[in-house]
């Protein structure tokens, strides 16, 4: 199957979920994760209309964002270190793996000194997992009016990396979870929190059927990565 081909069968897959849920394909954004995979097959899967692309290192980010179209749209979606915030920060559409109140300082620190506006999630670890990144639910609630208040990002939403689970049904609570505490801090903090990022190639249908905007889909669409060299 190429690119394309995967495009569109996810694509479809996306707009048949969002359907079922009574909501409009438009509602959810496809983010094609592209990390491991060479500049060749971003520009293959732009040349199929795919916009937005996701990649979790900022040094992969920095080779490949450059020398593409400067009208795809750049996702970070994995753990970023506070001496990568300058260089990631000018290539990034949105942050999704802000996990921690030091690390959102920084970033509106940054923002400020680049004189632009950070846009980012904060990342929560609805599953209390030790192996992943994330504020836990009860330190968002504690920690989100600071990180609001900083001059120089904007909090779009949430995101959320649950456990793998070989039946994707069993992750349904955790995102049903994220999806709740947007909502409660939306409504807390008078904010719209309009975004929430969940659910990858194998759990995505399930995670639109809990209220995501942003999916995160990697193997399905670029095939298996290779993490060998
Ligand atoms: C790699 C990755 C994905 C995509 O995973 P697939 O299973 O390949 O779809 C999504 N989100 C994050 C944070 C990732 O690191």
Known sequence: MS????????RAHISDAAHR?????DAVRLVAVSKTWPESAVQEAAAAGQLDFGENRVQELLEKAPSCSS?????????????????????????HSVASQ????????????????????LQVNVASDDAKFGFPVEEIRRKFEGIARLPHLEIKGLMTVPPFEENPEKVRPHFATLRKLRDSLANEHGQSLSELSMG?????????????????VGSAIFGTRDYSH
């Open 102 to 121: 030091k690390l959102a300082e920084e970033i509106s620190r940054i923002a400020g000194e680049l004189e632009l506006t950070a846009r980012i999630l």
């Open 3 to 10: 690119i394309a081909e995967n495009l569109k069968r996810v």
């Open 200 to 216: 990858m190639s194998h759990d995505f249908e399930v995670a639109i059927a809990e209220g995501a905007t942003l999916v995160r």
């Open 71 to 95: 009208k795809l749209l750049w996702h970070l979606i994995g753990h970023l270190q506070g001496n990568k915030v300058r260089k990631a920060l000018p290539l990034s559409a949105l942050i």
């Open 21 to 25: 849920a009574g909501r409009t394909e």
